[in-house]
């Protein structure tokens, strides 16, 4: 495993915008030294059952962008969610910044370009994107230099972004108390994401830890924010030296039983184009399909 040696000096006032409906944070990154910022994994706002699209969370992640005139350099999407849908493009036409993913992503959009039946209009390339990152690489967030390291397990696609201390994990860990995310998503493995964990908690102990979700375990208040040195201690799934063959045991048991997240179907036809909804149909309106058991 290659070293990772955050810049810990360096530390981003880190904004979290957490979204009811989903239980998805969405970041806000401010540079210490200038007024340049990264959104991390920004969130559209749909109403499934009437098949409406709206914008409230995305509108307030504008509005504090605005407000602290921040400049954004980078709308970063730590993997293709399938459980909420990208604001992406909607913040990036109005504020502007690159839009990154990890390399992974030519991967998801071949499996569900498969799923969802694509024609050759579908570009599985990645090309949606300004950005695919490869593990190890550095961007610029003003003066910030800031690192993308591959973690898989949970999708292909999973990268941490690390932000001088703060880490930006997606859905590679939940809070000590929650554990980690399910692995048995097409390209998901229990054991790549134990792995992917250890990168994770292989960053120096005081990194702070920033979570895509929170589901408030046991009553809890809603939390998103941790450090390495107490998942290592803490967390009940990899915590307190718990082994790869333990984890896997555990991971694999506990996704046999879960059901599908209740917006993946319109969330990956989403996010799969970089947060675009599907291009109009003959009649100027977009759809979103619904696979008959497809998955
Ligand atoms: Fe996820």
Same mark, same amino acid.
């Given at each position: 495993m290659?070293p990772?040696?955050?810049d810990?000096?360096?530390r981003?006032?880190?904004?979290?915008?957490?979204?009811?409906?989903?239980?998805?944070?969405?970041?806000?990154?401010?540079?210490?030294?200038?007024?340049?910022?990264?959104?991390?994994d920004s969130?559209?706002?749909?109403?499934?059952?009437?098949?409406?699209?709206?914008h409230?969370?995305?509108?307030?992640?504008?509005a504090h962008?605005r407000?602290?005139?921040?400049?954004v350099?980078?709308?970063?999407? &730590?993997?293709?969610?399938? @459980?909420?849908? !990208? =604001?992406?493009p909607?913040?990036?036409?109005?504020?502007? $910044?690159? *839009?990154?993913?990890?390399?992974?992503i030519?991967?998801?959009q071949?499996?569900?370009?498969?799923?969802?039946n694509?024609?050759?209009?579908f570009?599985?390339?990645?090309s949606?994107?300004d950005?695919?990152?490869?593990?190890g690489?550095?961007?610029?967030?003003?003066?910030m230099?800031c690192?993308?390291?591959?973690?898989?397990?949970?999708?292909?696609?999973?990268?941490?972004?690390v932000?001088?201390?703060?880490a930006?994990?997606?859905? &590679?860990l939940?809070?000590? @108390?929650g554990? !980690? =995310?399910?692995?048995?998503f097409?390209?998901?493995?229990a $054991?790549? *994401?134990?792995?992917?964990i250890?990168?994770?908690?292989?960053?120096?102990?005081e990194?702070r830890?920033?979570?895509?979700?929170?589901?408030?375990?046991n009553?809890r208040?809603?939390?998103?924010?941790t450090?390495?040195?107490?998942?290592?201690?803490?967390?009940?799934?990899?915590?307190?030296?718990?082994?790869?063959?333990?984890?896997?045991?555990?991971?694999t048991?506990?996704?046999?039983q879960?059901?599908?997240?209740?917006?993946?179907?319109?969330?990956?036809?989403?996010?799969?184009?970089?947060?675009?909804?599907?291009?109009?149909?003959?009649?100027?309106?977009?759809?979103?399909?619904?696979?008959?058991?497809?998955?």
């Amino acid at each position: 495993m290659r070293p990772y040696t955050p810049d810990l000096s360096v530390r981003p006032e880190v904004t979290g915008f957490f979204d009811p409906a989903t239980n998805t944070i969405s970041y806000v990154v401010k540079d210490p030294g200038s007024a340049a910022c990264a959104i991390v994994d920004s969130v559209m706002d749909i109403d499934y059952a009437a098949g409406r699209i709206s914008h409230d969370h995305a509108d307030q992640i504008i509005a504090h962008v605005r407000n602290r005139g921040l400049t954004v350099d980078w709308l970063i999407e &730590t993997h293709v969610h399938a @459980d909420h849908l !990208s =604001a992406a493009p909607y913040i990036q036409q109005r504020l502007g $910044g690159k *839009l990154g993913i990890g390399r992974g992503i030519t991967v998801v959009q071949d499996t569900f370009g498969k799923v969802f039946n694509e024609g050759t209009e579908f570009r599985r390339d990645g090309s949606q994107f300004d950005r695919l990152f490869d593990d190890g690489d550095t961007y610029r967030v003003g003066g910030m230099t800031c690192l993308a390291i591959h973690t898989p397990g949970h999708t292909p696609a999973c990268m941490t972004h690390v932000m001088g201390d703060a880490a930006f994990v997606g859905d &590679t860990l939940f809070m000590p @108390d929650g554990g !980690s =995310a399910r692995a048995d998503f097409p390209g998901g493995d229990a $054991g790549t *994401l134990y792995d992917s964990i250890q990168k994770v908690l292989s960053l120096p102990d005081e990194t702070r830890l920033f979570m895509c979700h929170d589901y408030g375990p046991n009553g809890r208040e809603i939390r998103w924010e941790t450090t390495v040195a107490e998942e290592k201690a803490h967390n009940i799934h990899v915590g307190g030296g718990k082994t790869k063959e333990e984890f896997v045991r555990f991971r694999t048991e506990r996704d046999a039983q879960l059901d599908m997240p209740r917006l993946i179907i319109p969330s990956l036809q989403v996010n799969m184009r970089g947060g675009e909804l599907p291009p109009p149909d003959g009649d100027g309106r977009r759809y979103l399909k619904v696979p008959v058991n497809a998955l």
